[in-house]
């Protein structure tokens, strides 16, 4: 039977500190996990299934063409650590290649991995799954029942772009810790990274048609006034997103459509018009820029695997 940690959560008064220091700041901003309510999570697969979204799709080609020669890269018989599991379906996917002992699949709440993990185990049932449930952008802990022979980590879907490059070092390298910890040897990371393209289908796939990244970013608004008891009017807020090139990023923002005052209990933020709450940053590397940070980070074997267009890379790095 699958096993299920939930380590220390984020306590509610450092969850409104947080947020608070970055509302009221002369430029406002929010951390990108508080987009991921439960409707946020369902919001986020709905974006990976629409035509705009490329990196899902694309990620999914590129695992499927090349699962065998991947496998050959990483290894089998591994503990597979799967960094922000939500429904497990990518790494189940690899399994059949990968052959893992152990699965790890590690999300910010383990209420969201239960069902999922369950219905895995009784797939796979000689595998060993340990869930666990932590918000590992604040620092990656595992407990001792994860296996230290050979580990490999997963971190699909280019979230390693929704940090700056700066934090996403400091996060590489204590991956790479992790792979030597406990006398562990022959781990390794196989990640997802988005590469840079054309601003146009950059900032379509983050400001789509149907208009679901709008109502995914402004859906961080009703959670705000959730932890906050604040008092947002979603209706008095727009969605923008663009691909900022000179940052080699994309980034959300919400904009304030009319002058307004939001109010918690024990404060007020004035908004003019015009005025932007910062919601996200999702980098777009360069496949050298990419392999780069990894070899900073202390990886130096690294394989690349991309699409005939190079909009998306997968990357296999050892250490
Ligand atoms: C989860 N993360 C990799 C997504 C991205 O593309 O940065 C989140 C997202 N934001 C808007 N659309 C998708």
């Known amino acids: ?142 407990p001792e029942t994860v296996r230290s022979a050979q580990r490999l980590f997963f971190y699909p879907g280019s979230s390693i772009g929704n940090f700056t490059p700066d934090e996403a070092l400091i996060f590489l390298r204590q991956i790479k810790a992790a792979c030597e910890q406990d006398g562990a040897k022959g781990g390794g990371l196989l990640i997802g990274v988005d590469l840079v393209k054309e601003n146009t289908i950059l900032s379509a796939a983050y400001d789509d048609a149907l208009g679901v990244t709008a109502s995914f970013n402004l859906n961080l608004l009703q959670h705000l006034n959730r932890l906050l008891d604040a008092d947002f009017d979603v209706r008095e807020w727009r969605h923008r997103g663009f691909f900022n090139e000179k940052l080699s990023r994309v980034e959300m923002h919400l904009e304030a459509a009319s002058d307004q005052t939001v109010r918690w209990p024990d404060g007020v933020r004035r908004f003019e018009r015009g005025e932007r709450i910062h919601t996200e940053n999702s980098y777009k590397y360069s496949r050298q820029g990419f392999i780069s940070l990894l070899n900073a980070a202390g990886f130096g074997n690294v394989t690349t695997w991309s699409d005939p267009q190079q909009w998306f890379m997968v990357c296999h790095a050892r250490l």
């Open 1 to 142: 039977m699958a096993q299920f940690i939930q380590l220390v959560e984020q306590r509610k008064q450092s969850v409104e500190d947080e947020l608070l220091a970055g509302l009221t700041a002369p430029q406002a901003t929010t951390s990108p996990k508080y987009l991921y309510d439960a409707l946020g999570s369902k919001l986020f697969e709905a974006i990976c299934e629409l035509p705009e979204y490329y990196p899902t799709r694309t990620e999914a080609e590129i695992f499927h063409k090349h699962a065998q020669e991947i496998a050959d890269a990483c290894g089998t018989g591994a503990t597979l650590i799967d960094l922000g599991a939500g429904n497990c379906a990518k790494a189940a996917s690899l399994f059949p290649y990968l052959q893992p002992t152990q699965y790890v699949p590690v999300d910010i709440s383990i209420d969201f991995l239960s069902d999922a993990v369950s219905r895995l185990q009784q797939r796979f049932p000689a595998i060993d799954m340990v869930g666990v449930g932590t918000d590992f952008s604040a620092g990656l802990v595992l």
